[in-house]
Nanobody, 122 residues
Framework: QLQASGGGLVQAGGSVRLSCAAS????????MGWFRQAPGKDREFVAA????????DYADSVKGRFTISRDNAKSTVDLQMNSLKSEDTAVYYC?????????????????WGQGTQVTVSS
């Protein structure tokens, strides 16, 4: 029910925009977020956004460089990634849930996309 796209290979300092589309007539998620998993590491929180889009939350490692946004009419959530660093290399996952509020824990999200690879070359 979530399909992520937009990953690829980018040079350090460059930008990439990820997009995630939710499908299903009855699937109207409130909480949406992005996580990432680098090789050999646990999956970690990146950013989250409430249904209205008015409230967002970011991991300290990406704050000021990444921006999460959503379009409820299109049922999409995007992640604009600027000033990329080699340590941003990971598989990025979008996730969603019907619950209200912002959450960073993986267990709070009931629906996950398939992941899209972002590789930052130095």
């Amino acid at each position: 029910q979530l399909q992520a796209s937009g990953g690829g290979l980018v040079q350090a300092g460059g930008s990439v925009r990820l997009s995630c589309a939710a499908s299903g007539r009855t699937f109207k998620p409130s909480l949406m977020g992005w996580f990432r998993q680098a090789p050999g590491k646990d999956r970690e929180f990146v950013a989250a956004i409430t249904r209205s889009g008015a409230i967002t939350d970011y991991a300290d490692s990406v704050k000021g460089r990444f921006t999460i946004s959503r379009d409820n009419a299109k049922s999409t959530v995007d992640l604009q990634m600027n000033s990329l660093k080699s340590e941003d290399t990971a598989v990025y996952y979008c996730a969603a849930d019907q619950r209200l509020g912002l959450r960073r824990d993986i267990g709070a999200y009931s629906v996950w996309g398939q992941g899209t690879q972002v590789t930052v070359s130095s």
